[in-house]
Structures are given as C-alpha cells and as structure tokens.
T-cell receptor, first 114, second 111 residues
Framework: DTGVSQDPRHKITKRGQNVTFRCDPI?????LYWYRQTLGQGPEFLTY????????KSRLLSDRFSAERPKGSFSTLEIQRTEQGDSAMYLC????????????FGQGTRLTVV | TQLLEQSPQFLSIQEGENLTVYCNSS?????LQWYRQEPGEGPVLLVT?????EVKKLKRLTFQFGDARKDSSLHITAAQPGDTGLYLC???????????FGGGTRLMVKP
C-alpha cells in the first residue's frame, strides 16, 4: 500500500494522559500536514512540514500539542495532558512541493478522551 | 468562521434524482479540491480545479470552478446509494499549500 498511513486508527485515553500519533506519508512526498476534524465539521489545519522543517502552526495548536518530523519521512503528533475537547479525528496528509495544492489523506486517528 | 461555506449542509434524496452542492467564499483560491469522506475514514480526493470557469466531469459528477475562482459547484446526475457520504470542498493558496475546508455537505441517497 503506497498511500498515507496513520497509526493507531483509534485511541481512547483518560483525561490528563499523553497520547502520540504517527503518520507515514506517501514516500516521495516532502510536505506533510496535520488536520483535526470534529464531528459534523470539515477538517481544520493544524501544522505542516516541508521535509523535517515545521513551517507553519495554526492557532489551534496549543502548547500541549507538539509535532515532529525528525528525518523528513514519518511524523508524530503528541498531545500532552489531554482534555475532553481534544476528542476528534486527527488527519494526516501529504503532497509534493511544487505540485498543485491537492493533498492525499490517511484514514485518520480517532481520539476519544474520557 | 469558515472561509468556505458549503450548502446545503444536509441533503436526503431518492435514487435517480439529481443534486447540486455549492461551495462559496469571498476569497480567491489558486485551486479548489472536492473530497468525499465516509464515516471513520479520511477524505478521498475526487477532483482538483485550477482555472476560473473550468468544468471537469467524473462519470456522473460534474465539477465547476467559478470564473473568479471564489466558488465551485458539484452536480451529481442520477444519484445512487453508493454516492452517500460527506462531500467536502477545500481551497488552496500557493503559500504553504495548506487547504481551507468547507463545513461539508452530508448526502444520503435512499434506494
């Protein structure tokens, strides 16, 4: 499978715990994006990387959120001290610098904070 | 505040009917994508339009980009139950290539 891969698909955690999600983009794609989607809404941009550099972060990305892409390949998104309001689908997408803006999405990680 | 407004938000129709979904903005986008999303899955790209006035057809789906590149429409002819899903429009600008999504149109096609 050469698409965008996300792990885990589902995560249930207790409030206050830390969680980490992983995204493996399409192999030749140098841009990687994280989005968050709450029920009944469209995805909202969180942050993106070009290779290993994090180039932009949304105001939605509070201090409890951190994302990395250490070798310019896979990326991780960590949420510290989770809150119930963090419950959402976390989507990863990738594309190629210089290509049109279309992005290809993974299947997402559904986070439920109880 | 959504920069892209989709309408209608919900649509329930019978198999065989035609429908149109609208995506409107006051901002200009360099390109616009349409995605379809099933419950519990990520969005799947249907089409990208980049030129003002552009029309693209994908079987029974017709996509149009407005002349001013601020709006788009998706028309489905003879809808089928397999068309059921959440349809999302997303606009892209050159800087960053990040996408701005509309709120989505949830379509249900009843057999």
């Amino acid at each position: 499978d050469t698409g965008v891969s996300q792990d885990p698909r589902h995560k249930i955690t207790k409030r206050g715990q830390n969680v980490t999600f992983r995204c493996d983009p399409i192999s030749e794609h140098n841009r990687l994006y994280w989005y968050r989607q709450t029920l009944g809404q469209g995805p909202e941009f969180l942050t993106y990387f070009q290779n290993e550099a994090q180039l932009e972060k949304s105001r939605l990305l509070s201090d409890r959120f951190s994302a990395e892409r250490p070798k310019g390949s896979f990326s991780t998104l960590e949420i510290q001290r989770t809150e119930q309001g963090d419950s959402a689908m976390y989507l990863c997408a990738s594309n190629l610098l210089g290509a049109r803006t279309e992005a290809f999405f993974g299947q997402g990680t559904r986070l439920t904070v109880v | 505040t959504q920069l892209l407004e989709q309408s209608p938000q919900f649509l329930s129709i019978q198999e065989g009917e035609n429908l149109t979904v609208y995506c409107n903005s006051s901002s200009v986008f360099s390109s616009l994508q349409w995605y379809r999303q099933e419950p519990g899955e990520g969005p799947v790209l249907l089409v990208t339009v980049v030129t003002g006035g552009e029309v693209k057809k994908l079987k029974r789906l017709t996509f149009q980009f407005g002349d001013a590149r601020k709006d788009s429409s998706l028309h489905i002819t003879a809808a089928q139950p397999g068309d059921t899903g959440l349809y999302l429009c997303a606009g892209g600008r050159n800087a960053g290539n990040m996408l701005t999504f509309g709120g989505g149109t949830r379509l249900m096609v009843k057999p």
